[in-house]
């Protein structure tokens, strides 16, 4: 019966939720407020996406979700336990590539496993599984320094996924990539979100990447970063492939209704 | 591509060939060519001048004025060849040298051979360094990684720094005795607050993205210094220390002078006293010799130990 409950609860309370969400920095003796009153959800196995005009707080939001920062004001649920500290029920994908060059991408995605699996034997092989699920099994012993950016990409996302979280949280990951890698990560992310039914909260500033991999949109709005719009994308996913065909006329209408958002959020600023 | 490596590498071979062969060169012009430098006269035949005897370097003008005074009084002039100072023996004076140095036994049957001195200096050099990695390595790390540490820690290091080592001497005997210790305490006050400062800065240099990364990962603040920060230090904190060993040859010299004098100080002032100036160069070739290879072995084994630096994009 309890066990019941509690699965009842599960499904009522967001994986996810930011709840009058507020952070005011001090920058030389002028307080600044970066976020104001954000409240957001995001459900069990959706993959939602953040969109804004560089200075919205966008990663200042993230870095609180990961809590690498602290809230000012209101705060971050996880299942309903408010974050106050970085935790491995959190993954995190920085956009700079942050793999520890001194560790092997094995020992990489072995570094959360610690407090899974004491015996280092096991939690190797714990970690050679994370490794090839993201398709490096042959690099196992190579350092990040030997890989390309999007195999450093594919590791950090592995190591972030290895010790389990509720969510994935991923700060601009394949900014740094170019066009092309960055449209094979962004299939790979989604199969891997489809398979292993992730959670996943996904930074960009690109917002074409938002409607490919998305299906639900937050717009972010500057000064203060505030919450101006929520969009449910609608389009179908291909059925193989997952992410959506960008040269849909639907597509293009969704690009457009994002693009006039985020135009009116940094006009309203200038008025 | 591969082949303007190759050339590069070539170039860059010439060119540390040739830093040490330009100096080698002017001192050979120097010794060698007559009329070059040659400030003096080494008398080959005193003639009638009463003070002059064979291989006695004197002054030039001085040379003139007796040869002068000789011949104007009818007697029988000096002769001489043009030479150098005594402080600059020729290259080969110095070649021969590097090998007696090594052969000749000592003087007096309390002296040491060449080596002995040469190897002792090593081990006080060891020793010193040793002492001042054991704790301030450490202490520098935990100030660059924890501020409430640095600040503790760290004003009095400044402070200190400024201490200089040599001043030290005659209170490290004092307390220490006339031997070996207050050697190896120089050379620990020499290094250790630099060591401090410097190690503390290179912590404090890691990019903080490392951290962040273990903390989402679940590690706390004992596995974050441990698995993070001194891992993440280590190339760095290789290289500092390199610099810092180069520091501690620096106050070996003073180290040596006090108490009982010891080692390759000794050597060279004692060779200096008997004006053997060849002897002084070629102990000042080793000392150079030892420096540059230690730091060219450390620098290899350097690179063996942190492979992960090296950059392999063939894997794309």
């Known amino acids: 019966m309890a066990r019941a409950n509690i699965e009842a609860d599960s499904q009522t309370v967001a994986k996810l939720a930011f709840r009058n969400l507020g952070k005011t920095f001090t920058v030389q003796g002028k307080r600044k407020q970066a976020l104001k009153d954000i409240n957001m959800d995001v459900q069990t196995g959706e993959f939602v996406a953040i969109v804004g005009a560089s200075g919205c707080g966008k990663s200042t939001l993230i870095r609180i979700a990961a809590g690498l920062e602290s ?41 959360g496993l610690q407090e899974q699996y004491p015996n280092k034997h096991r939690r190797a092989e714990a970690a050679l599984i994370w490794v090839d699920r993201v398709g490096l099994g ?37 900014a740094a990539l170019d066009a092309q890698t960055r449209s094979r990560m962004q299939r790979h992310l989604l199969e ?15 917002l074409e990447e938002a409607v490919l991999l998305a299906d639900k949109i937050f717009v972010l709005a500057p000064n203060p970063g505030r919450l101006v719009a929520t969009l449910p994308v609608e389009i179908q996913r291909s059925k193989d492939v997952l992410e959506r065909d960008k040269y849909i006329p639907a597509f293009a209408a969704v690009l457009k209704e994002l693009s006039d958002l985020l135009m009116q959020s940094v006009a309203s600023e200038h008025e | ?108 049957r309390s002296e040491v051979w060449f080596h002995q001195s040469i190897w002792h200096s090593v081990t006080i050099i060891f020793w010193g360094f040793l002492y001042s990695c054991l704790l301030g390595v450490p202490l520098g790390v935990l100030c660059g990684a924890y501020r409430p540490v640095s600040n503790l820690a760290e004003p009095f290091v400044e402070f200190a720094r400024y201490f200089p080592a040599p001043a030290f001497g005659a209170l490290a005997v004092a307390i220490l005795g006339i031997h070996d210790a207050p050697k190896i305490a120089i050379i620990f006050i020499g290094t250790f607050f630099q060591m401090v400062l410097v190690v503390a800065n290179t912590t404090r240099r890691l990019d903080v993205r490392y951290l962040e990364a273990a903390q989402t990962l679940g590690a706390n603040r004992l596995r974050q210094l441990v698995q993070v920060v001194v891992p993440g230090i280590l190339p760095e904190l290789y290289k500092d220390l390199r610099i810092l060993l180069g520091w501690a040859w620096t106050y070996l010299i003073v180290a ?61």
């Open chain 2, 1 to 108: 591509m591969k082949q303007d490596e190759a050339a590069d590498l070539r170039t860059k071979r010439a060119l540390t060939l040739g830093s040490f062969l330009l100096p080698l060169l002017l001192w050979t012009l120097v010794s060698y060519v007559p009329g070059l430098w040659q400030p003096l006269i080494k008398i080959v035949n005193p003639g009638d001048v009463s003070f002059y005897r064979v291989d006695m370097l004197v002054e030039i003008e001085q040379f003139a004025a007796q040869k002068k005074i000789t011949l104007d009084a009818g007697a029988t002039p000096p002769s001489g060849e043009p030479a150098n100072p005594v402080y600059l023996p020729a290259p080969h004076e110095v070649a021969i040298a590097l090998y007696t140095s090594f052969v000749k036994p000592p003087v007096r």
């Open chain 1, 138 to 174: 042959e690099f196992a012993d190579y350092y990040p320094n030997q890989l390309s950016g999007g195999m450093q990409q594919r590791v950090a996302i592995a190591r972030a996924l290895a010790p389990g979280p509720k969510v994935l949280l991923m700060d601009e990951p394949f």
């Open chain 2, 256 to 316: 040596e002078l006090i108490g009982t004098s010891s080692g390759i100080t000794w050597f060279i002032t004692q060779q200096a006293r008997y004006k053997n100036f060849d002897m002084v160069f070629a102990a000042l070739i080793i000392l150079g010799l030892i420096g540059l290879l230690s730091d060219l072995v450390l620098d290899r084994m350097g690179r063996r130990l942190f492979p992960w630096q090296e950059k392999r994009l063939g894997a794309r």
């Open chain 1, 192 to 206: 891997i979100w489809r398979k292993l039914n992730i959670t996943v909260v996904f930074i960009t500033h690109d």
């Open chain 1, 71 to 111: 809230a000012s004001e209101g705060g971050i649920y996880v299942e309903g336990n408010r974050v106050s500290r970085p935790g491995n029920d959190r993954g995190m994908v920085f956009q700079q590539f942050s793999l520890f060059p001194w560790l092997s991408v094995k020992e990489n995605v072995m570094f």
